[in-house]
């Protein structure tokens, strides 16, 4: 049973362009959470989302990025025009039940814009 | 959700067990005590959690005061694989339907195994 896929792993862009980051929960998962580790900082989490929903985006910033997680498919986090501020680990987890706090993280993908 | 205090740093020689404390005086009745870990340069990882009885899982033991206000974690016979930064968080289970998920991480402490 594969544990939650990220990709990808490092991802290198320029002041502006947009990073797409993908998501495949683990087998049977259904809800997805997107967080956040900026450099010497804690995790901070981002949004929540359960198929075609977007549960909890109480954590995600104001303007340029978006979440989505479809009916077929990896959820997608999606930064826009990013900014070197953007630079971060992002880590994916996936439970299989509301209840879950018992979170399964993904490997996350390193952004660093340039 | 309770606020967590855990020392920044603590060593361990190989084979010896880790004991990691984790003070939360303002836990509530319902609130769940949850440990994770994070290696360097890898996601998180979930070690195991309990409400008031101690716990063992294959990973560790969790032992909880009998007024809850801390709590150890216990890596039995730490190896060098168990260098991290440990996080003890502490929830409530239903804290309402937007809030699964979505756990409080503090700055943990960096455990350090020596050969």
């Known amino acids: 049973n594969a544990g939650v896929m990220q990709n990808p792993r490092h991802l290198v862009r320029r002041r502006g362009q947009e990073a797409r980051l993908r998501c495949s929960p683990m087998?049977?998962?259904?809800?997805v959470y997107w967080y956040r580790q900026l450099p010497e900082e804690g995790l901070k989490f981002m949004v929540y989302?359960?198929?075609?929903?977007?549960?909890?985006e109480s954590g995600m910033p104001k303007e340029r990025f978006s979440a989505e997680f479809p009916k077929e498919g990896p959820s997608i986090l999606r930064i826009q025009q990013v900014v070197r501020g953007d630079s971060a680990a992002y880590f994916c987890a996936s439970s299989p039940q509301q209840g879950g706090e018992k979170l399964f993280f993904g490997s996350g993908t390193q952004l660093s814009v340039l | 959700d309770a606020k967590t205090t855990q020392p920044t740093s603590m060593d361990c020689a190989e084979g010896r067990a880790a004991n990691l404390p984790c003070n939360h005086s303002t836990i509530s009745g319902n609130e769940y005590v949850y440990w994770y870990r994070q290696i360097h340069s890898q996601g998180p990882q979930y070690i195991i959690h309990?409400?008031?009885n101690n716990e063992t899982n294959e990973m560790a033991s969790l032992i909880i005061t009998e007024d809850r206000k801390s709590s150890t974690l216990i890596l039995p016979h730490a190896t060098l694989r168990d260098t991290a930064v440990y996080y003890c968080?502490?929830?409530?289970?239903?804290?309402?339907?937007?809030?699964?998920?979505?756990?409080?991480f503090g700055q943990g402490t960096i455990l350090t195994v020596h050969p």
């Open positions: 968080i502490v929830r409530a289970p239903n804290a309402g339907g937007t809030s699964y998920g979505k756990l409080t």
């Open positions: 309990g409400l008031k």
């Open positions: 989302l359960q198929k075609e929903n977007i549960i909890d």
């Open positions: 087998k049977g998962h259904s809800h």
